[in-house]
């Protein structure tokens, strides 16, 4: 089993950064892939960015350019750094973690509990 718990989430103006953290225990992670997803109020739940256990990156064309994944392995832990943010970014940020590399939530076999992120404009 594994245990997701992201940290990080917050209110921030339009055109302000926040970082996301995720950290996992339980069984390591570090031969998964890990991926956020994120839920506005009343919207289905949708991909934003997923990173390999080797550095290997896929993004949502909404955060192409402005939102990186990282992940360090020694830590056990996966971040997301969120730039220029927008209004329409705000959303309930979940990590997840899969044996894939995708952006299907169907794919992903453990989920964090969610950490809220609001953006006022």
């Known amino acids: 089993q594994v245990q997701l718990v992201e940290s990080g989430g917050g209110l921030v103006q339009a055109g302000g950064s926040l970082r996301l953290s995720c950290a996992a225990s339980?069984?390591?992670?570090?031969?998964?892939?890990m991926g956020w997803f994120r839920q506005a109020p009343g919207k289905e739940r949708v991909f934003v960015a997923v990173?390999?256990?080797?550095?290997?990156?896929t993004y949502a064309d909404s955060v192409k350019g402005r939102f990186t994944i990282s992940r360090d392995n020694a830590k056990n832990t996966l971040y997301l750094q969120m730039n220029s943010l927008k209004p329409e970014d705000t959303a309930v940020y979940y990590c997840?973690?899969?044996?894939?590399?995708?952006?299907?939530?169907?794919?992903?076999?453990?989920w964090g509990q969610g950490t809220q992120v609001t953006v006022s404009s």
């Open positions: 997840a973690a899969t044996a894939l590399f995708s952006s299907s939530y169907s794919s992903y076999n453990y």
């Open positions: 339980g069984r390591t992670v570090s031969r998964y892939a």
């Open positions: 990173i390999n256990w080797g550095g290997s990156t």
